[in-house]
């Protein structure tokens, strides 16, 4: 089982930027996909962007070229880049991975993180 901590969002204006960390803590653990999702207050959970232990990387149409995701295994940490933000970005973002302890595997979930964009 993986805990993951989000940080990094904020109340920012329509253009700015933001950077979200997830921090993955634990032992004995394998992440193999780390993702972003966001839930907007009514709305249902959308995917954000996702990668894999590989490198390679997935983005929600509504994101592309402004978002960019990556991750570094070493440390089990992962970040979303968040450029150009739009009211329409606002939502809780949460970090997502899938990990592998003893042979079976977990899908985790952090607490969130809130994003704002005001126009």
């Known amino acids: 089982q993986v805990h993951l901590v989000e940080s990094g969002g904020g109340l920012v204006q329509a253009g700015g930027t933001l950077r979200l960390s997830c921090v993955a803590s634990?032992?004995?653990?394998?992440?193999?996909?780390m993702g972003w999702y966001r839930q907007a207050p009514g709305k249902q959970r959308e995917l954000v962007a996702v990668i894999t232990s590989g490198g390679s990387t997935t983005y929600a149409d509504s994101v592309k070229g402004r978002f960019t995701i990556s991750r570094d295994s070493a440390k089990n940490t992962g970040n979303l880049q968040m450029n150009n933000l739009k009211p329409e970005d606002t939502a809780v973002y949460y970090c997502n991975t899938r990990s592998r302890r003893s042979g079976r595997e977990f899908d985790d979930w952090g607490q969130g993180t809130q994003v704002t964009v005001s126009s």
């Open positions: 634990g032992s004995g653990f394998s992440i193999n996909i």
